[in-house]
């Protein structure tokens, strides 16, 4: 059989070792999920974000992150205000009259 | 204190409902179940509107929603006889389940879809996001998100729910909520950041 030296299940057992990188830290459950971008959010942000209070000093140097979500929460209240368009629910009576 | 909380609702602006709330609901129920179909209008304009911006949120698009709230409340018509518990709750999870089939079906027709369930932030053309406003941006972000973390963003942000609202109509841990919350800013602001901050 013939030995492949890059694999390292070829190698002698000291040598695979040394070739071998290092293995990663397993992630945890919550990590392996889904993987996402790097945090870029201070845990002061998420607590200000989730409506908890959260200190000035707790947020300094925070300020062009909670600019962005004040712009992005800005949007999000737009949509709040949506309704139902009317002519939905009219279609939807229409169609259990019709069954 | 930085103020930033008059332009940013954060708060749940839609509190569980009371109990004679869900008492009220009862109570059409009966009267569908009897017979009075008109009664279920009274059910649709209780909670059409949530049930849409929740569509909306999760698809992206108004046609869509509006599908899946005509073909959810239906249905939820017909299985009226079924509810145990909590109305709203009972149809927000098909509402819910609707917008996730329909997602499903747009991966498997659509090739740019097939890889994930990762946010692709590099997969989106640049230009895409450079085009529009914050909105058409929004948007964008939104649905290179994994569902789950979609769901948990637009639950909390755009509807103004709750954690705890959230977990029972999710049924899950207000701690899992939080952390999806979390990880879907995480990478909005990530998305977004370049153009806007």
């Given at each position: 059989?013939?030995?492949?030296?890059?694999?390292?299940?070829?190698?002698?057992?000291?040598?695979?070792?040394?070739?071998?990188?290092?293995?990663?830290?397993?992630?945890?459950?919550?990590?392996?999920?889904?993987?996402?971008?790097?945090?870029?959010?201070?845990?002061?942000?998420?607590?200000?974000?989730?409506?908890?209070?959260?200190?000035?000093?707790?947020?300094?140097?925070?300020?062009?992150?909670?600019?962005?979500?004040?712009?992005?929460?800005?949007?999000?209240?737009?949509?709040?205000?949506?309704?139902?368009?009317?002519?939905?629910?009219?279609?939807?009576?229409?169609?259990?009259?019709?069954? | 204190?930085?103020?930033?909380?008059?332009?940013?609702?954060?708060?749940?602006?839609?509190?569980?409902?009371?109990?004679?709330?869900?008492?009220?609901?009862?109570?059409?129920?009966?009267?569908?179940?009897?017979?009075?179909?008109?009664?279920?209008?009274?059910?649709?304009?209780?909670?059409?509107?949530?049930?849409?911006?929740?569509?909306?949120?999760?698809?992206?698009?108004?046609?869509?929603?509006?599908?899946?709230?005509?073909?959810?409340?239906?249905?939820?018509?017909?299985?009226?006889?079924?509810?145990?518990?909590?109305?709203?709750?009972?149809?927000?999870?098909?509402?819910?389940?609707?917008?996730?089939?329909?997602?499903?079906?747009?991966?498997?027709?659509?090739?740019?879809?097939?890889?994930?369930?990762?946010?692709?932030?590099?997969?989106?053309?640049?230009?895409?996001?450079?085009?529009?406003?914050?909105?058409?941006?929004?948007?964008?972000?939104?649905?290179?998100?994994?569902?789950s973390l979609?769901?948990a963003?637009?639950?909390?942000?755009?509807?103004?729910?709750?954690?705890?609202?959230?977990?029972?109509?999710?049924?899950?841990?207000?701690?899992?909520l939080?952390m999806r919350v979390?990880r879907a800013?995480?990478?909005?602001?990530?998305?977004?950041?370049?153009?806007?901050?």
């Open positions: 059989m013939k030995l492949d030296p890059q694999d390292p299940r070829d190698a002698a057992p000291e040598r695979a070792a040394e070739t071998r990188p290092p293995a990663p830290a397993e992630p945890s459950a919550a990590d392996r999920e889904v993987p996402l971008p790097a945090s870029e959010l201070s845990t002061a942000v998420h607590a200000y974000l989730d409506g908890d209070q959260v200190s000035d000093s707790a947020l300094s140097g925070a300020e062009r992150e909670l600019e962005l979500w004040k712009r992005i929460s800005a949007e999000a209240g737009k949509r709040r205000k949506m309704v139902t368009p009317a002519h939905v629910t009219r279609q939807i009576l229409a169609k259990l009259a019709d069954d | 204190m930085l103020d930033y909380t008059s332009d940013v609702p954060l708060k749940s602006t839609e509190p569980a409902p009371q109990d004679d709330l869900l008492d009220a609901d009862q109570a059409v129920i009966d009267r569908v179940l009897a017979g009075d179909r008109n009664a279920f209008s009274l059910l649709i304009e209780r909670y059409s509107d949530p049930l849409y911006r929740h569509a909306l949120g999760m698809t992206g698009s108004a046609d869509v929603a509006e599908d899946i709230l005509q073909v959810s409340f239906i249905k939820a018509f017909h299985h009226l006889a079924e509810v145990r518990g909590r109305f709203d709750a009972w149809v927000f999870r098909i509402v819910a389940n609707g917008c996730k089939d329909w997602l499903k079906n747009i991966r498997r027709t659509h090739l740019s879809y097939e890889e994930d369930d990762q946010p692709s932030a590099l997969e989106t053309p640049d230009e895409e996001l450079d085009r529009g406003e914050l909105r058409d941006d929004l948007d964008a972000a939104l649905l290179a998100l994994p569902d979609r769901e963003f637009v639950m909390k942000h755009v509807e103004g729910r709750s954690y705890e609202e959230m977990a029972v109509l999710l049924d899950a841990t207000v701690g899992a939080k979390h800013r995480e990478a909005l602001q990530k998305l977004l950041e370049e153009r806007y901050s």
